[in-house]
C-alpha cells in the first residue's frame, strides 16, 4: 500500500481571516497501487476508487458527498495485441516494437493491450507509409504535390495542433491509416521512452454515444465507437527506427537527430487495428460546501481520480491527494463557524483518459443550473508533471489574480521559478467548463522545462507508468505543496471577496493583442476592440472600485456588479471551432501564438483549399465575439446607471 505523507503544517493567510488551513496533509490513500486498482476484468474499478474517496471525504468533514453514476461507451482493447506487420520482410511487430514471436502472443501484457487508439477505426489496411512529420497543413500541401495519398498510411508525429485536428486533416485529403508517435528529441533527455507506445483517445469530449446531451437512463444512444474514418495507431519510436531502417542508438555531435523516413525509400505494411466498444459506469465523486452568503453561486475544484490500466497513474493519485488534503485542510475551519461567501463543489471526475466523459456528462445534465451558477473552476489535473518550471494558465480576467497568488506564494523559502500566467489550451476536466460554459479558470501546475519548449499537445499521449515517478518529482513533497497553497488562496479568494476578483480591462488588453500583427487586415476588428477597452476601462473605474468600499458595498449593487462579471468570458464562445480547438477564443493553442488560434488556423486553411472563406467566416466570428462583449459591457454600466440614479 502506499504510504501516508504529511506535508507538515501548511498555513495560508487570505486577509478575510488569520489562517484558515492549520494543517495540510498530502494525502497518498491507504489504497493498493494504481497498477493493483486498475485492472481490465474488473468491472467496477472506477466506482470502486470513487467509493473510497467519497468515505474519505465525508470523513474528512464534508457534509454533502455524492457519488453520481453514468454509463457511457467506451471503447478498449481486445483481448490480443494490434499489430504492425512489414510487407517485404513479413516481420511483425506490436506497438512497443516488440517482434510477434509465437511465445509472445500468449502473452500479451497490459502495456501491449493498451497501446492503442480509442474510437478509432477497426480493421486491416495494407497501403504505402507517408511520412507526414506533424501533419500541418504545410506538411499535407507538400506531400499531396508529390504523390496520390488515397488510402495510404501517414506517419505521424504527435504535437503543435490538437491530434484530433490533424486527423481530420488527413481524413479529408484521402489517407486510410495513422502510425502516430512522439518524436524522441521533442522529450527530456530524462524521460526514455523510445521502446513505449501509448494510448490516445480520439474523442473530444464526453459519452460519444450521447453527444451534447448527459448519459441518462432513456436517452437515445447513438452507434458511435468509431469517431474516425481511420485506423489509428499509437507506436514506439523505436519501431519508428526500425520501420524506416534506422540504426537504435543514433546521435550527432550538437544534438537529437529527428526521426524521418528516407523519400527514396517505399513501405509497405499491413496495420491490423481492432478495439471492443464497451459500456461501463464511470462515477463523479461531488462535495458541497454551502456558501453563507451567495449559497447559489459556485466556485469548482476538480480534479480526477482512476486512469486505464497502468497510465499515468502518478497523475490522478497526486490530484486526488491535493484535493483531500484541501478538503480537510477546510473542514478543520468549518468546525469552528467559518464558511465561505460562496458554495466551493469539490469534484473528482471518472473517465477523463476517455475524453473528460465524467466531467462532461455532469455539465451536461445540469448545464441550465450551472450557466445561471458557477463563477469560477480551479483545476487540479495533474498538478506535477515535472519539476523544473512552475506553468500557471488563467482566463484572462483571472490572470492578475493567478500573479498576484503566484508572487505571494512563491516569496521566501519557497522558491518556484515559472513562467508568466497565459490563456493557453490546457488538458483534463475543464474543457467543458471554458468551451460550453464560458466559466473563467485557473490551473497551477509544475512542468519540465524541456516539455515547455517541446512541441504543444504532447500531453494527449498517456504512457504507461511506475508508481515511482511521482516520489522521484517531488520526494519531499515541496512541489505538491506549493501546489496545494496556490490552489487554496486562488479558490477561497474568489468563494469569499465580496467582489468577485476578475478583471474586466485584462480581458479587453488580450482582444487587443491577440488582434496585432501583419498577417490579416484587422482594422475593423481592432477599432471594435479599442471600443471594447473604453467600456472595460469605464465599467472599471466607475462601478468595480467603488464596491470595493466596504462604505459602498450596497448589497444590490454587489450582486449586480458580480452577475455582470460573471457572464464576461461567455461573449467569446464561437458556435463552432476546428476539431480539437476551444470554442473560447480568448485561449490560444500554446504560448508560441500571439494571435486567435481561429484566425490563424483559417489562414493555413486557405493554403490547402486556395479559398478565403473559412478566413472571412473566422473574421467574423471574431467580430462578433467583440462585439457582443462591447455590448455587454455597455448593458451592464446602463443597468448601474438606471438602478442608482434615483438614490444618488
Known amino acids: 500500500a502506499l504510504i501516508l505523507y504529511v506535508f507538515g503544517c501548511l498555513k495560508i493567510q487570505h486577509r478575510l481571516y488569520e489562517c484558515v488551513f492549520e494543517k495540510m496533509y498530502y494525502f497518498w490513500f491507504f489504497f493498493p497501487t494504481p497498477r493493483d486498482l486498475i485492472q481490465l476484468p474488473r468491472q467496477e474499478e472506477d466506482t ?3 467509493m473510497k474517496l467519497l468515505v474519505r471525504w465525508t470523513s474528512c468533514g464534508l457534509e454533502d458527498v455524492q457519488l453520481v453514476n453514468y454509463s457511457v461507451l467506451l471503447d478498449l482493447p481486445g483481448s490480443s495485441s494490434n499489430t504492425v506487420t512489414l510487407k517485404n520482410s513479413g516481420e511483425c511487430f506490436y506497438p512497443s516494437g516488440q517482434k510477434c514471436y509465437r511465445e509472445t502472443k500468449k502473452l500479451h501484457s497490459q502495456d501491449l493491450l493498451y497501446s492503442y487508439a480509442a474510437y478509432s477505426a477497426k480493421g486491416t489496411l495494407e497501403a504505402e507509409v507517408i511520412d507526414m512529420q506533424y501533419g500541418t497543413v504545410e506538411d499535407l500541401v507538400l506531400i499531396q504535390a508529390m504523390t496520390n495519398v488515397t488510402n495510404k498510411i501517414a506517419l505521424l508525429k504527435l504535437g503543435k495542433s490538437p491530434l484530433v485536428y490533424k486527423l481530420s486533416l488527413l481524413e479529408e485529403a484521402g489517407f486510410g491509416g495513422v502510425l502516430l508517435y512522439v518524436d524522441p528529441c521533442d522529450l527530456p533527455k530524462t524521460q526514455n521512452l523510445s521502446g513505449k507506445a501509448f494510448m490516445v483517445s480520439l474523442n473530444s469530449g464526453g459519452d460519444p454515444s450521447t453527444p451534447g446531451y448527459p448519459s441518462i437512463d432513456g436517452n ?10 481511420l485506423l489509428v495507431q499509437p507506436i514506439s519510436a523505436l519501431l ?3 520501420l524506416v531502417s534506422l540504426p537504435e542508438n543514433r546521435s550527432k555531435s550538437d544534438g537529437c537527430i529527428p526521426l524521418k523516413l528516407p523519400v527514396t525509400e517505399k513501405r509497405i505494411i499491413s496495420l491490423n487495428v481492432q478495439t471492443v466498444p464497451t459500456y461501463k459506469t464511470i462515477s463523479n465523486v461531488i462535495g458541497y460546501l454551502k456558501g453563507s452568503t451567495f449559497p447559489d453561486r459556485y466556485v469548482i475544484v476538480g480534479s480526477h481520480h482512476n486512469n486505464v490500466y497502468g497510465y499515468s497513474g502518478q497523475e490522478w493519485a497526486s490530484s486526488t491527494a491535493v484535493i483531500t488534503a484541501f478538503i480537510q485542510a477546510l473542514m478543520l475551519k468549518v468546525k ?7 458554495t466551493i463543489v469539490f469534484c473528482s471526475w471518472g473517465g477523463t483518459s476517455f475524453g473528460n466523459i465524467g466531467s ?3 455539465a451536461e445534465d445540469l448545464k441550465k443550473v450551472l450557466q445561471r451558477n458557477i463563477v469560477a473552476y480551479v483545476s487540479l489535473h495533474n498538478p506535477v508533471r515535472g519539476n523544473s518550471s512552475l506553468h500557471p494558465v488563467a482566463s484572462p480576467s483571472l490572470q492578475q489574480l493567478a500573479t498576484e497568488r503566484q508572487s505571494l506564494t512563491c516569496l521566501g523559502k519557497m522558491k518556484c521559478p515559472g513562467s508568466n500566467v497565459s490563456s493557453v489550451q490546457m488538458q483534463g476536466d475543464s474543457d467543458y467548463f471554458i468551451n460550453h460554459l464560458g466559466i473563467p479558470t485557473v490551473q497551477f501546475s509544475y512542468e519540465d522545462i524541456k516539455i515547455l519548449e517541446s512541441p504543444s499537445f504532447l500531453f494527449e499521449a498517456l504512457f504507461p507508468a511506475h508508481n515511482t515517478v511521482t516520489e522521484e518529482l517531488d520526494p519531499f513533497f515541496n512541489l505538491h505543496e506549493t501546489i496545494a497553497k496556490l490552489t487554496g488562496e486562488v479558490t477561497l479568494q474568489i468563494a469569499s471577496e ?4 476578475f478583471n474586466a480591462l485584462d480581458i479587453a488588453l488580450e482582444v487587443q493583442n491577440s488582434l496585432k500583427g501583419d498577417q490579416l487586415d484587422t482594422r475593423q476588428l481592432l477599432a471594435m476592440a479599442s471600443r471594447l477597452r473604453e467600456s472595460a476601462e469605464l465599467f472599471q473605474s466607475d462601478e468595480m472600485r ?7 458595498r450596497a448589497p444590490i449593487r454587489v450582486r449586480m456588479l458580480n452577475d455582470v462579471l460573471q457572464g464576461l468570458e461567455k461573449n467569446f464562445l464561437v458556435q463552432q471551432a476546428p476539431p480539437g480547438f476551444y470554442r473560447n477564443i480568448l485561449y490560444r493553442l500554446d504560448e508560441k501564438m500571439s494571435q486567435f488560434s481561429v484566425l490563424l488556423e483559417a489562414l493555413e486553411h486557405c493554403k490547402l483549399h486556395q479559398s478565403n472563406e473559412t478566413l472571412q467566416a473566422a473574421l467574423s466570428k471574431v467580430l462578433n465575439s467583440i ?3 462591447q455590448v455587454y459591457f455597455s448593458a451592464g454600466l446602463d443597468v448601474f446607471e438606471t438602478a442608482f440614479a434615483g438614490k444618488k
Open 220 to 229: 437515445y444512444r447513438q452507434n458511435r465507437s468509431n469517431l474516425t474514418s
Open 48 to 50: 470502486d476508487i470513487a
Open 240 to 242: 519508428v527506427k526500425r
Open 546 to 552: 467603488p464596491a470595493n468600499d466596504p462604505k459602498e
Open 498 to 501: 465580496p467582489v468577485l476578483p
Open 627 to 629: 462585439n457582443s462583449a
Open 336 to 342: 469552528r463557524g467559518w464558511r465561505p461567501d460562496r
Open 360 to 362: 462532461y456528462e455532469w
